[in-house]
C-alpha cells in the first residue's frame, strides 16, 4: 500500500468520539450539536426546482470542464462578487465536486516531488484537515504557521525560516478563515505575494467562506480581487470557493476554482485522467444558484441575527468570546482545557462541540487550538439561542 497513507491523521470528529465514549449525556435535553461545520438552514427553492428540471443530463456523460453556462454563470459572480475584469471561462474556471476535493487534488497537481529535497507545503494551525492529508499523500511536508490571538489569528510568514520557504511549493490560506473567522487584508496579501514572486511558490486560498459575513458593507477581501487591486496577474493563484455555505447545498457537492490559466491547464488534465466531472443537473442547478443572491442576502441575515443574540450571553461565561470577522464559527478561548470543556458541555448539557486542540497540530512547541472550543452556529435561530441558554444557566 502507499505507504504516504500511514501518515494520515484521524478526524477530528472520530477523536471526538473516541473522548465521548463511556459518556452518556444528560437524558433530560435534546441533544444538540455545534461540532460539525455542516450548513443547516433551508436549502433555496430555485436550486432544488432547478436540479429537479434538470435531470434528463444523467443520459450522457458530463466533461470535465463542465457547460459553458456554469463557468460563466460563476465568471460573472467573481465580476459582481469581487470587481474583477472576466476571466476567460475556457482557461481559469473549472468546476468541482465541492471545495473539499479540488483542495485535496490540487496538490497532487502542483507538487513535484523530482527534487532532491523533500517538498513544503505550508499551512496555517488549526486548519482544515484536507490541507495536511493533500501535503502527505503528494509526497510533501507540512509546515504549520500557528495562528494566535497574538497576530490577530492571522499568518506571520515572517516566522518561517527562508530554509522552509526555499522548499515550499505550495502555501494553503484560508480566508475567512476556519475556525477563527480571520480575513485576510491587503497587506497580507502583498506579503504573500512578494515571498511567491520570490520563491516560486503556489497559493490555494480556501474561500469557501466567503460569503458568510455580517456587515453587507464589508465583504470580505478574495484572493483574485486582492492581487487585482495591486494591479498583479494571477500567476501561481488559485482561489476555490464553494455553494455549500453560501447557497445551503453541502449535498449538492458543488464549487470551483478560477485564477492562473497554467495550473488550471495542467490541473484539468490532472482531472480527466481523476474522473472527477460534475453531475449535469448539478451542473445546471449550480449556474441558477450563483446567479441568484437573494437567498445568500437571507442565509447571511439568519447567521448575523444568531451571531448578535450569542456572543454577548457567552462572554458572561467565556469572557474572551469574540465575534468574527466572518465564517459561522465562534472560536472560544475558554482558558481551560478544551478536551474536558466538551465532554462537560457533552455530559451535562447534551451539547457537542469540538476541542480546538483536535483541529490543530502540535507546532513550534504548542498546540494552538488547545484551550480553545469551536461553536458552529450552523443549525436554526431557536436552537442555537437553546443551546447558549443551557451553557449560561449551567455555568
Ligand atoms: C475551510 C474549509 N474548506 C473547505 C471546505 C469544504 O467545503 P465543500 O467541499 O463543501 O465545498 C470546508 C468544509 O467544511 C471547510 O471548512
Known sequence: MNPHLSQLQPYPFQRLRDVFQGIMPNPQLTPINLSIGEPKHATPPIITEALKNNVSGLASYPTTVGIPALREA????????????????????????GSREGLFAIAQAVIDTNRTTTPVVISPNPFYQIYEGAAFLAGAEPYFINTLPDNDFGMDFSEVPPAVLHHTQLVYVCTPGNPAGKVMDIAAWKTLFALSDQYGFVIVADECYSEIYFDEARPPLGALQAAHQLGRDYSRLVMFSSLSK???????????VAGDPAIIEKFTLYR???????NPAVQAAS????????????NRRLYTEKFNRVVQPLQHVWAKTQMPEAAFYLWINTEQADVEVAKTLYRELNITVLPGSFLAREAQGINPGKGFIRLALVSSVAETLEAVQRIQTFY
Open 74 to 97: 460563476i465568471n460573472q459572480w467573481l465580476q459582481r462578487r469581487y470587481g474583477i475584469p472576466a476571466l476567460d471561462i475556457d482557461r481559469a474556471i473549472l468546476p468541482l465536486n
Open 246 to 256: 453560501r447557497s445551503n447545498v453541502p449535498g449538492m457537492r458543488s464549487g470551483f
Open 272 to 278: 480527466t485522467y481523476h474522473g472527477c466531472a460534475m
Open 287 to 298: 449556474a441558477t444558484a450563483w446567479q441568484d443572491e437573494a437567498h445568500v442576502l437571507e
